[in-house]
């Protein structure tokens, strides 16, 4: 870490007394709604991913009162690894994922702030590369992108590559976002970046983290990318029917009229 | 991450799209330069089908997109119905 601390320090406009990467903490914001069998591995592969990278972090599971007992595990993993690495910070009810993020952010310490899902379909090990790429052009925003390099996904049959590709053309040439991935949702974000972005974001669903990209755009943060695979839940179903395209197209075609 | 379906039929589409660009081009750019008594133009239909043909493609594909939305919306209104 003290490596990366000494390449990297020149050239860090906004901390704090320009001292450096040392003191970065990153904050994991893990959303959760009815992963009891997902959580604890997720947990425990971001922990092992980052003591391996040695970079400062906690994790912050925030439960939208899921049924199916993911507090209760949640409780029993801030007891393993203890309440300074994962912070519990329930809901009472489902709110979406929106407030999730602000509601997360309140408790968050760390100066960056990492997104991501919780049912596996994102896996830690990429978060240290999002690290470097956010260090190496001092972005203010990484994100994740299936559709570069190395990335791509997993478990998908033809027809969803197929509507997810065409979905992605209409965006790039309506948009111009300037990033690659507009649906995905594996980030690091500027906390402060993260916070001035999600009070002006009024989508939900897909079309809420396409917002967040173009809205960034509009205020010139700048974007980094990592290719990442993305691999479909393994419990449980992701759904792509006829009401998802419809209203990733309504979402799409108001942000197009008003960015 | 690609299988190998996936791969071809992903191949298959990029050839095809490959194969209309380079006949298209030379069907509209080409052709009329070239003398009207060649062999060439045995293989091309009359002129006016260039423009009448991708007319009736993109009229089909609105079509299409229309009547796939507003099912879907007629759909989601008698789903609320239902369950007020």
Same mark, same amino acid.
């Given at each position: 870490a003290a490596e990366e601390a000494s390449r990297s320090? +020149?050239?860090?406009?906004?901390e704090p007394k320009g001292r450096v990467s040392r003191q970065d903490k990153y904050s994991v914001l893990l959303p959760t709604y009815n992963e009891r069998e997902n959580l604890p591995f997720i947990v425990w592969l971001l922990v092992k991913s980052f003591s391996e990278s040695g970079f400062n972090y906690e994790i912050i599971i925030i439960d939208d009162g899921s049924p199916d007992g993911t507090r209760d595990v949640a409780e029993q993993l801030e007891k393993i690894y203890g309440s300074d690495r994962i912070l519990l910070r329930p809901r009472e009810k489902k709110l979406g994922l929106g407030t999730a993020y602000i509601h997360g952010m309140k408790h968050a310490t760390g100066n960056y702030i990492i997104i991501m899902d919780a049912d596996l379909s994102h896996h830690p090990k990429f978060i240290p590369e999002f690290i470097r790429k956010q260090k190496e052009g001092n972005f203010d925003i990484v994100s994740g992108t299936r559709y570069k390099g190395n990335g791509g996904v997993y478990g998908w049959d033809l027809k969803r590559k197929i509507i997810s590709r065409v979905a992605n053309f209409i965006t790039q040439i309506l948009l111009? +976002? *300037?990033?690659?991935?507009?649906? *995905?949702?594996f980030r690091l974000y500027r906390k402060e970046v993260l916070q001035k972005l999600i009070g002006k974001c009024i989508s939900k669903g897909y079309v809420f983290q396409m917002e967040m990209i173009v809205r960034a755009r509009q205020l010139n943060y700048t974007i980094g990318e990592v290719p990442i695979s993305f691999v479909d839940r393994v419990y449980g179903e992701s759904k792509l029917g006829g009401n998802e395209i419809v209203s990733f197209l309504k979402g799409l075609l108001t942000l197009f009229a008003t960015t | 991450m690609a299988t190998g379906t996936d791969q071809v039929v992903g191949l298959g589409l990029v050839a095809l799209s490959l194969i209309i660009f380079t006949y298209y081009t030379a069907w509209v750019i080409l052709l009329p330069f070239i003398d009207s008594q060649h062999v060439i133009h045995k293989y091309f239909l009359p002129r006016a089908y260039a423009i009448a043909i991708p007319l009736a493609a993109g009229h089909l594909l609105l079509l299409f997109v229309g009547i796939f939305i507003t099912y879907v919306m007629l759909k989601n209104q008698n789903d609320t119905k239902k369950t007020q």
């Open positions: 320090s +020149p050239r860090f406009r906004r111009r +976002p *300037g990033a690659s991935d507009l649906t *995905g949702s | -």
